[in-house]
């Protein structure tokens, strides 16, 4: 059977027109369940990863800091304005830094403090502010947000179109390859590829908060980032 390339009405229904950040974020402070969730579900990693590097190393205590990060994102989040290229990510490195002080201070003195005095100097010693000109910490806070983009978007595509994608742009083949492997035309191929990415692109633009990437980029982005489970 040839996939003709046209949109599938699960795909449309998953990817309504205006989904954009601003969007995501203004309905979250709306009270809008689904968004919360959303935007909890893609940021989540981040937050743990950054936990990590400030020092809070054992998993109870990275999901309880986790949580206390997102609790505090729910209660403020109302009063959170979206500046330059960033802010919201800045805005989460910063709460989660203060979360990992309170985890220090609450475990100063005990015998069992993760890491004692040598991982309060750590947290010291690090940015007050999530840096973009960081290349090393950038490109792995970017690789977790792939990761994750990639996952939320992966249930809107039909599984054929999810792997044409996959395989043109992950395992580098030629269109005409998989589609003769996927009953599909080259053509099709081109535009399963297409649209996951352009699905990854808004997502992306609402995660890094930048202007819309480059597809080379973008394409090494998802090349970097991700694997398939």
């Known amino acids: 059977m040839t996939d003709s390339g046209n949109q599938s009405d699960r795909e449309r229904a998953a990817n309504p027109a205006g989904a954009t950040s601003t969007t995501l974020v203004d309905l979250a402070k709306a009270g809008d369940a689904a968004a919360w969730q959303r935007l909890e579900f893609l940021y989540a990693p981040l937050v743990r990863w950054w936990c990590g590097r400030h020092g809070v190393c054992k998993p109870q205590d990275v999901e309880d800091v986790t ?30 830094r203060h979360k990992a002080r309170d985890y220090y201070r609450r475990r100063r003195g005990q015998a069992t403090a993760a890491g004692g005095s040598s991982a309060q100097a750590r947290l010291e010693n690090l940015p007050a ?15 977790i947000l792939v990761r994750r983009a990639l996952e939320l978007i992966r ?37 399963a590829k297409s649209r996951v990415l352009g699905r990854l692109r808004e997502v992306l633009t609402e995660l890094l908060e930048e202007g819309p990437n480059d597809p080379v980029a973008l394409d090494q982005r998802a090349q970097s980032g991700s694997k398939e489970e």
Do not use: C, N
């Open 129 to 143: 502010a999530a840096d973009s000109s960081s290349t090393s910490e950038d490109a792995s806070e970017r690789a």
């Open 155 to 191: 249930p809107e595509f039909q599984p054929r179109t999810w792997d044409a994608a996959w395989q043109v742009v992950v395992d580098g083949r030629l269109p005409a390859e998989v589609g003769a492997g996927l009953g599909m035309t080259a053509g099709a191929v081109h535009t």
């Open 67 to 96: 949580q206390e990060v997102f609790a505090t994102v729910a209660a403020k989040l109302e009063s959170f304005t979206r500046g330059e290229a960033g802010s919201l990510r800045r805005w989460l490195y910063t709460i989660t």
